[in-house]
């Protein structure tokens, strides 16, 4: 069975960084697309980057080159870099695998970590 495991939320000011990680445990290989999402509250689940087999990413509109995604495929991890964070962009954020970023749904879904960004 996959598991999917994010870690390294928490609460961080306006302007800081933080690195959220993405395990994949029980899977043999790297032959898949690991995304990142977030839900705050009373908003839809919204996409924030994800990272394609091939290397090939894609990002929300809102990203603007404040996020960047990462993945180790030694490891079966993928990472998230947060940087100047805003307070809007306090948020569950989930990790997904699927079979492509373009995918309409995911495989696994991790537990989900909270980031709280105050003004």
């Known amino acids: 069975q996959v598991q999917v495991t994010e870690s390294g939320g928490g609460l961080v000011q306006a302007g800081d960084s933080l690195r959220l990680s993405c395990a994949v445990v029980?899977?043999?290989?790297?032959?898949?697309?690991m995304g990142w999402f977030r839900q705050a509250p009373g908003k839809e689940r919204e996409l924030v980057s994800c990272?394609?087999?091939?290397?090939?990413?894609r990002d929300g509109d809102f990203v603007k080159g404040r996020f960047t995604i990462s993945r180790d495929n030694s490891k079966l991890t993928v990472y998230l870099q947060m940087n100047s964070l805003k307070p809007e962009d306090t948020a569950i954020y989930y990790c997904?695998?699927?079979?492509?970023?373009?995918?309409?749904?995911?495989?696994?879904w991790g537990q989900g970590t909270q980031v709280t960004v105050s003004a």
């Open positions: 029980g899977h043999r290989n790297s032959d898949y697309a």
């Open positions: 990272s394609s087999s091939d290397g090939s990413t």
């Open positions: 997904a695998r699927r079979y492509y970023c373009a995918s309409p749904t995911s495989l696994d």
